[in-house]
């Protein structure tokens, strides 16, 4: 395409032609509509491919006329922009910001009509990342031609904030110069976070008082201009915008903000992994959720009804437990996981005293009952389970009682122990991971085999995560370890999460052996198909039912990474949300084990000689990697779980609830963990810590 043969036409900015994309393209047409609601956009025009510009002047002449216009007389010409101005990029599926030719300081025709060709060209480089049949195509690119202004400050502003979904914040980054030292990333900048009011909410980095890049009043500016925008628009933009020597402002760019953030809504409720996924680790099948996660529910919902932990209407509302892209999370706050948002309404709030008062005459006598009555259900269970024949032996319609029964007790377990934990402790006593680690150091050195161990010694199971599919290997045993002393010497914390393990084990060969007929009946459900019902669905198939509509294009959960600490949910995605009291501190919760120092470690590769083991979460599969641990990190877990209970017998300094620690903490960083306050630092604050404990130490002692 070129000047000579008057392929190319002149529609200038201010005209209505100018306003419609598929001529000029996005940058160019939304230059144009921002210019009709009288915002502050420089004069300029734009040259389109002949075709689509109507009646608009055309060829060599024409475009030497709207040039000679804007440049002004020969010999004092003012330096030009020549951009790009595509119907692929500026949209609201894609901004394809960057992705084409923008020539800056453009002086003189011979200039000029090379910074044409150079955008030109640079269309034949670039192809859309979603294309439409009804797209312009690239070869067809507009070219939008303005005047160079030579700003003070400039920078990109955000109408809303696309990080976390607000509408009611303004994002601001701002340079000395124009804004393409910022978006070409040569320059950080400053970056403000306004509200609609124009208050400044914070800047980054911090900036000292009465030295602002920006001043009150162009802040206030860029808020109104914001507004502006955005009702021009109907919606929040992408801007880019200077300030000349003068202090006016000018409006270079603006575009449909293409990646906000969901919001959740107000008042959703605050979620995490937390404690539930010590027992339920990785992603679940929904026939596991059904027979796992709604026990696990249902259990620990009476638990706290019991001890008027939580009003009994929410209780009744929601599910304390359910779960977010197949992986169980809890209601932190019922379960009471994290700090309240409120401490002071809550301590004058006089309900939680009546219920803890109302409560505390059964809550005394329970404490005194429930060892009893743990090992009541402990026999029980015991009892149950061994009266069970091979699931090979038994009827289909016995295989489903099983499973149900399973359902039942799993949750009376449940309530149980999440009782025990709250009113008997944690302890200093055994715990089932530990005793399963030194029974199978002890029957290693004997030469026997997984399978022969697991007959022997089912207290093993506790090492093991539950699932309906095949079952994981036993781990490799390191380090030292402690004399095997049996499950009955296990306090009934320990006993109780032991019976819940083995009744799941129970249910996954029930399941399996419904799935071995029923693959080879007229069904034909294979396990890897048959984990995809629900409860009831297989209820109903194994009574002679059909299959439930739809369940062809079931398709089963994929892996999928670890959950958010605490998240509240937005369409039903998490989004990350910081724990009240949180913001500003690194330290988490310390969960005993003293103070140690090491190398940070993530489980995988060469163990270094004094590791400290930093994980998302206190998964019960890393029990065989606490044995001469230097350290324990957590993002998630509380000092009463399964793991920090493990972690102390064997002295191991454990922190809980650190705030985004694989992140901070990534492998073969030295680190320190106190064990008491839950600080973790890095080399240059080792000593003073290593101080402050040994300081306090002696002074309790």
């Known amino acids: 395409m070129s000047f000579d043969d008057g392929e190319l036409a002149v529609v200038p900015l201010d005209s209505e032609l100018a306003k419609d994309p598929f001529v000029t393209g996005a940058k160019a047409a939304n230059l144009a509509r921002a210019a009709v609601a009288q915002l502050p956009v420089l004069p300029g025009f734009v040259l389109v491919p002949v075709e689509r510009a109507g009646e608009a002047a055309a060829g060599t002449h ?26 692929h990029e500026d949209t609201e599926a894609s901004s394809m910001a960057g992705r084409f030719e923008s020539v800056l300081n453009v002086r003189g025709w011979e200039d000029f009509t090379t910074a044409v060709r150079a955008v030109l060209d640079s269309a034949l480089r670039v192809r859309p990342l979603h294309p439409r049949e009804d797209d312009m195509p690239y070869d067809g690119m507009a070219v939008l031609v303005q005047p160079m202004l030579e700003a003070a400050t400039g920078g990109v502003m955000f109408g809303a904030d696309p990080v976390e979904g607000r509408r009611d914040r303004i994002l601001v980054s701002a340079v000395r110069g124009g804004p393409d030292r910022l978006v070409d990333g040569s320059t950080q900048g400053v970056r403000y976070q306004l509200t609609r009011l124009a208050r400044l909410v914070h800047s980054e980095p911090a900036e000292s008082w009465g030295d602002h890049l920006l001043s009150h009043r162009q802040r206030v500016q860029l808020v109104e201009l914001a507004k502006k925008t955005e009702k021009a628009f109907g919606g929040p933009q992408d801007t880019e915008f200077g300030f000349d020597s ?16 969901a919001r959740p809504p107000r008042r959703a409720r605050l979620l995490g992994p937390g404690p539930v996924a010590e027992t339920l680790p990785q992603v679940l099948q929904p026939l596991e959720e059904d027979l796992w996660v709604a ?12 001890t008027r932990a939580a009003p009994r209407r929410q209780l009744r509302k929601l599910p304390l437990v359910s779960t977010v892209r197949g992986q169980a999370a809890a209601d932190l706050r019922l379960l009471g996981a994290i700090p309240s948002a409120h401490p002071v309404l809550n301590f004058i709030n006089p309900a939680p005293g009546a219920r803890r008062a109302s409560a505390a005459w059964r809550v005394g006598r329970l404490r005194a009952a429930l060892p009893l009555l743990a090992i009541d259900l402990m026999a029980d269970v015991d009892r149950q389970l061994a009266d069970f024949a091979p699931p090979r032996e038994l009827l289909s319609g016995q295989l489903l009682d099983a499973i149900a029964w399973g359902r039942e007790v799993l949750s009376s377990l449940h309530a149980q122990e999440s009782l025990a934990g709250a009113l008997l402790g944690a302890g200093a006593g055994a715990t089932a991971a530990g005793e399963a680690l030194a029974e199978l150091a002890e029957g290693r050195s004997r030469g026997l085999s997984d399978g022969q161990l697991l007959e022997r010694h089912p207290v093993l199971l506790a090492l093991l995560p539950p699932t309906l599919g095949a079952r994981k290997e036993l781990p490799d045993v390191v380090g030292r370890r402690t004399v095997p002393r049996g499950v009955g010497a296990l306090p009934p914390r ?6 819940i393990r083995w009744v799941q084990e129970m249910q996954a060969q029930m399941v399996r052996e419904l799935a071995h007929r029923f693959d080879a009946g007229e069904c034909g459900l294979g396990l890897s198909r048959l984990v ?26 994929p892996a999928a990474g670890p959950l958010p600490a605490a998240f509240r949910l937005a369409d039903g995605r998490p989004v990350a949300q910081l724990l009240p009291g949180q913001r500003g501190s690194g330290d988490g919760q310390g969960a005993g084990g003293g103070f140690g120092t090491g190398t940070a470690w993530d489980g995988r590769g060469e163990r270094p000689a004094q590791p400290v083991l930093v994980v998302r979460s206190l998964s019960p599969s890393l029990a065989p990697l606490l044995p001469d641990l230097a350290g324990l990190v957590a993002e998630t877990g509380s000092a009463l779980s399964h793991l920090a209970v493990l972690a102390r017998e064997y002295r191991v300094p454990t922190a809980v609830g650190v705030p985004a620690a694989v992140e901070r903490f990534p492998v073969g960083t030295l680190l320190a963990v106190d064990g008491g306050t839950g600080a ?8 003073a810590a290593a101080e402050s404990t040994t ?6 002692a």
């Open 62 to 87: 024409a475009v030497r006329s709207a040039w000679r216009a804007l440049a002004g007389p020969e010999g004092r010409e003012r330096p030009l922009v020549v951009r790009s101005s595509s119907a």
């Open 246 to 261: 003068e202090g006016h402002l000018w409006l270079f760019q603006a575009r449909p903000i293409t990646a906000m953030a």
């Open 295 to 306: 026990p696990m529910s249902h259990g620990l919902t009476v638990a706290l009804d019991i």
């Open 494 to 499: 320990e006993g109780l999460r032991l019976r």
């Open 532 to 557: 995809l019902l629900r409860w009831e669905e297989l209820v109903e198939i194994a009574r002679g039912g059909a299959l439930p509509a739809g369940f062809a294009e079931r398709l089963p959960r």
């Open 680 to 687: 973790v630092t890095v080399p240059a604050d080792i000593s």
């Open 695 to 700: 300081a306090r130490e002696e002074s309790a």
